[in-house]
């Protein structure tokens, strides 16, 4: 995950509301939700929320209540509350349901609670990191998603190689991990590379060694 700062709703969700105070996300029309995957999306630079896999556009994601929508109704249009979230069946929203979300991309210990390794894997370094990764199906072992660790480690590794490291290696110079966390971070025409937060967490784990 890659922490996420929510801004300020779409001024079309705004008037909405001030129009109907009573009612809830599922009586919003489908330009609004589509406004709402759009600013999602920028603030997440195109990445999904959970398991940072690019999203193309407002068309292949869905609005994620991170506190789900039976849990507390009374936060159903509150825009600090939903992010993007890729369609993939049994992963990340589709996964969450309405399930307790321990661990959110919301808070910055998302960054540093999970770990992420070269093999594609991801493991929990508190139980609520650990119960977190098994509400999302995130991948903590090839049995529970198996297509998910396969297509991290790929792209992972592709990242890594582009920029001149060998996955299997790894990287002692401090100094130029350093440069490549932040060469990663930034984005290019607003979006970020396909889970270049994952390999961020992955050279982070190295400067620690």
């Not at 700062?5 to 009586?27: C, F, I, M, Q």
């Not at 990242?159 to 966390?181: R, S």
């Not at 060469?183 to 889970?195: R, V």
């Amino acid at each position: 995950m890659r922490t996420i700062s929510k801004g300020l709703e779409p001024p079309s969700l705004t008037v909405w509301k001030r129009a109907n105070p009573h009612k809830h996300y599922t009586d919003l029309d489908t330009d609004i939700r589509r406004d709402i995957r759009d600013y999602s999306l920028k603030e997440q630079f195109y990445l999904c929320a959970y398991c940072c896999q690019k999203i193309q556009d407002i068309n292949t994601c869905h609005n994620e209540h991170v506190e789900a929508q039976n849990l507390n109704p009374s936060r159903t249009l509150d825009f600090s509350n939903i992010v993007a979230s890729c369609n993939t069946l049994n992963q990340c929203g589709d996964a969450h349901e309405s399930q307790h979300l321990p661990l959110t991309p919301l808070m910055t210990e998302c960054e540093t609670e999970l770990r992420f390794k070269i093999s594609g894997r991801v493991e929990g370094l508190s139980d609520r990191a650990t119960t977190t990764i098994q509400v999302l199906n995130l991948g903590d072992h090839e049995k529970n998603n198996r297509a998910l660790i396969e297509k991290r480690k790929q792209l992972s590794n592709a990242l890594l190689w582009k920029n001149g490291i060998n996955p299997n290696e790894g990287l002692e110079d401090e100094e130029l991990l350093e440069l490549l966390v932040d060469d990663l971070a930034q984005t290019q025409q607003g979006q970020l590379e396909p889970f270049a937060p994952v390999v961020i967490n992955i050279l982070r784990s190295w400067l620690q060694i």
